[in-house]
């Protein structure tokens, strides 16, 4: 640094030359000494007054926490990773009995905020302390009770006003539809309503406790609907349940919403997904906005800004109907 400011000084003499005479200056050996004193004094000066160099702190990292490794939660951080520009650390849950092996590990770690996908990984994040969480792909995330002031979350569902007014685009008479879920899902239902009051439908929910009592609410639900709107909502529905309801509104002709494509080959007549990309933008525009508090600001859970929408073409045609302009894309031949 000091040969830098005597550089520096030597460029400003040539630039700015003194007016005298070289030669009535010039100094003997001990004469040249002092001089040299003087200047090395000046340049110790000079840097005193000049603020030191400021240290630039490293970005917080992230952490991300799986419940397992089914697509659903591999896709979300894979698009997390793709997205975050700092260091992600990653913690996967497998093995139950190493849980608090990880918690431990992610507890003493550095970054600040964790993203917990699924709700094993969410319930493990609830332990810790002194950390913000992110939670997604958590459906009944009021049932775990999860949401608190450094915990809150982003939609695992579709938009649903999106769904609705595709649903009444295909098919404009759709006026009566049947949703059947478990109990505390006050934010879902709240949503729900409000796209089918939007979409000028009446929503008839019915809440139940276990996979049987679903299936025999449909079918008390059934003949005063006109179609069913499928939520995935694994406490109260199973494979073997889901098919007996895709059956069923097959034989009865009902219309069924359902919230993937692979259910449209069970008869299924308009499905609603996500995108990974939608959720990791999501939960990384929550990260940032955590980063910069002292808990995580904003609503308990956000919604997700796109779905990818497909239309069954055979049930449609099964049921007389034709696909407006509006949905043409949409389409999907199981």
């Given at each position: 640094m000091q040969d830098v400011r005597i550089r520096f000084i030597t460029r400003l003499s040539a630039r700015n030359q003194l007016p005298w005479n070289r030669g009535l200056f010039s100094f003997s050996g001990r004469q040249s000494l002092w001089a040299a004193c003087l200047l090395m004094a000046f340049c110790a000066v000079l840097a005193g007054c000049l603020p030191p160099p400021q240290a630039t702190a490293p970005a917080p990292g992230l952490t991300v926490l799986l419940s397992g490794s089914s697509p659903a939660f591999a896709g979300v951080q894979r698009e997390i990773g793709k997205k975050f520009p700092q260091r992600v650390d990653t913690y996967t849950l497998d093995d139950e009995s190493l849980y608090p092996a990880v918690q431990k590990k992610i507890q003493a770690s550095d970054p600040p905020v964790v993203v917990a996908i699924g709700l094993p990984a969410a319930r493990l994040a609830q332990g810790l302390s002194g950390k913000k969480v992110i939670f997604c792909q958590v459906f009944n995330y009021e049932d775990a009770e999860l949401v608190t002031p450094w915990m809150k979350g982003v939609s695992a569902t579709a938009p649903i006003r999106e769904q609705f007014r595709a649903w009444k685009a295909l098919y404009p008479?759709?006026?009566?539809?049947?949703?059947?879920?478990?109990?505390?899902?006050?934010?879902?239902?709240?949503?729900?309503?409000?796209?089918?009051?939007?979409?000028?439908?009446?929503?008839?929910?019915?809440?139940?406790?276990?996979?049987?009592?679903?299936?025999?609410?449909?079918?008390?639900?059934?003949?005063?609907?006109q179609g069913l709107w499928l939520v995935p909502d694994n406490r109260v529905l199973s494979q073997d349940v889901i098919r007996d309801i895709m059956a069923h509104s097959v034989k009865e002709g009902k219309q069924v919403a359902v919230f993937g494509r692979e259910l449209l080959g069970l008869g299924g007549l308009i499905s609603a997904e996500t995108s990974y990309a939608d959720i990791a933008e999501q939960v990384l525009a929550r990260v940032r906005r955590a980063q910069e508090a002292s808990g995580v600001p904003g609503a308990p859970v956000i919604p997700l800004t796109r779905t990818v929408i497909k239309i069954n073409t055979v049930m449609a045609k099964r049921l007389n109907m034709t696909l407006p302009a509006s949905l043409r894309g949409m389409d999907y031949a199981p």
């Open positions: 008479k759709l006026t009566r539809v049947g949703v059947i879920t478990g109990t505390n899902l006050q934010g879902l239902m709240e949503e729900a309503r409000a796209a089918a009051k939007e979409n000028q439908i009446m929503l008839d929910h019915v809440e139940v406790r276990s996979d049987k009592e679903t299936l025999y609410a449909y079918k008390q639900l059934s003949p005063k609907i």
